[in-house]
Every structure is written in C-alpha cells, then in structure tokens.
C-alpha cells in the first residue's frame, strides 16, 4: 500500500457542482494532514489543513476518519477558479515527522 | 510581507556544468526543505534543515548538495546536472518538522 494515495483524476464538473475527493493514507500514527493546492507551473499553497473534528473554510469542508485511514476534502458551488491541482498531505509520525506528499488529483471546472 | 523567495526563477545550464538555486525567508521558520518536482509527480524531498542540523533523504543523489550559512537562507547546489535533473526545484519552510510548509515560487531548471 502507497503511503499516501489518491485518485489522479481528472475529474471535470461543471461550474457550482459539488465534487469530493478522498486520501487514503497507510501510517496510523500520523498526526497531521493537510490539502494543498497547486496551479500549474506554481508552487503548493495550504488550502486546509485537516482536524480530527472536521473543518470548514467557506465552500470548502476536510474531514479525517482514523479508522479507515481517509481524508476527504469537499468542495461545494464550484469556481472556474478552482481548476487545479489538489495534493494531499500526510505527516509520516516515525521518520523524522516528514511529510507525504500524494500525486494530486486535477480538477477542471468548466463553464 | 513575510515569505519564502527563491532566485532565480528560471536557469539553464548546460549538462555538467555546476548550478545554484538560491532560496531566502523572512518567516524565521527553523525548518528548510528543498523539493524537486518533475511534471504530473509528487514534490520529492531532496533534504531538509532543521536548524543548522542537515537531513539527507537516503535516496537523494550525490550530486545534490546544500548549505545553510544562517537562518534566512539555504542553497541547493547541483554539481553536475544531467538531463534528468531538469526540473522544479521547490524550497519550503516550517516552524517544525511535521508542520504545515510555506513553499517559495520555485526555480525551474533546464538542462541542456
């Protein structure tokens, strides 16, 4: 199993849907877990980072499930201006708290 | 504003000649990483500083080698680039290890 896996994509909605992505991740001690989002040719930017609760920031909503090994990250009403990247982002607890970086999954949201 | 700047932004260099990436942060974050990306892949780490303590990942090649000199700044050297190091080259700062990372705007390297 892949430290930190998702599904590549790419996934193409059209603008205001609602799209979901999910992480699985392999190392149940990690402690901290981040979306970050990249544009083609630019540098990751923190979009969320993911608390056991859940959080939400405006359209867009993480949640964590330990048991499974999953986060998720929901997007709601989507934008033209949220075609992108969406890497996520696992803290490896026993190897010098590292983080892991997934491949991403590409989102296209189309007019 | 405080951030994390990388110089320059675009270099070409011809196959084995000697390059430096340059990478500056005004966050005073303990932390430095640099991180190649070649296309539709995953940010690789290459190492990190914690402090002025150097982190090599194991399967970083020889070739890559990097400097710290103080806190705000830290230099990826690249002794002899090959055509397969043609890529994004990425620093990034944290307060700690396991901490969200604030990355600069990159430097892509040519080799030719």
């Known amino acids: 199993r892949k430290e930190v896996e998702q599904d590549p994509g790419p996934f193409n909605v059209p603008e205001g849907a609602t799209v979901a992505f999910n992480c699985t991740y392999s190392?149940?001690?990690?402690?901290?877990f981040f979306w970050y989002r990249q544009d083609c040719r630019k540098e990751p930017k923190l979009l969320m980072s993911v608390y056991s609760s859940g959080n939400e920031d405006g359209r867009f909503t993480a949640q964590l499930n330990r048991a499974s090994q999953y986060i998720s990250l929901l997007i709601r009403d989507s934008k033209l201006s949220d075609s992108a990247t969406y890497l996520c982002?696992?803290?490896?607890?026993?190897?010098?708290?590292?983080?892991?970086w997934g491949l991403g999954t590409s989102l296209a949201v189309n007019p | 504003d405080a951030m994390v700047i990388q110089n320059p932004r675009y270099q070409v260099t011809q196959f084995g000649k000697p390059v430096t990436l340059s990478c500056s942060q005004t966050?005073?974050?303990?932390?430095m990483y640099w991180y190649q990306q070649k296309s539709s892949q995953a940010p690789k780490l290459l190492f990190h500083y914690y402090d002025k303590d150097f982190n090599n990942e194991a399967d970083t090649p020889d070739n890559f080698q990097s400097r710290r000199p103080n806190t705000s700044f830290c230099f990826l050297d690249i002794r002899s680039p090959g055509l397969g190091d043609a890529a994004m080259y990425l620093c990034?700062?944290?307060?700690?290890?396991?901490?969200?990372?604030?990355f600069g705007p990159g430097t892509r390297l040519t080799v030719l």
């Open positions: 966050l005073n974050h303990n932390v």
């Open positions: 982002v696992v803290e490896n607890a026993g190897n010098n708290r590292k983080l892991i």
């Open positions: 990034a700062t944290s307060t700690g290890t396991g901490y969200r990372q604030f």
């Open positions: 190392n149940s001690a990690s402690q901290s």
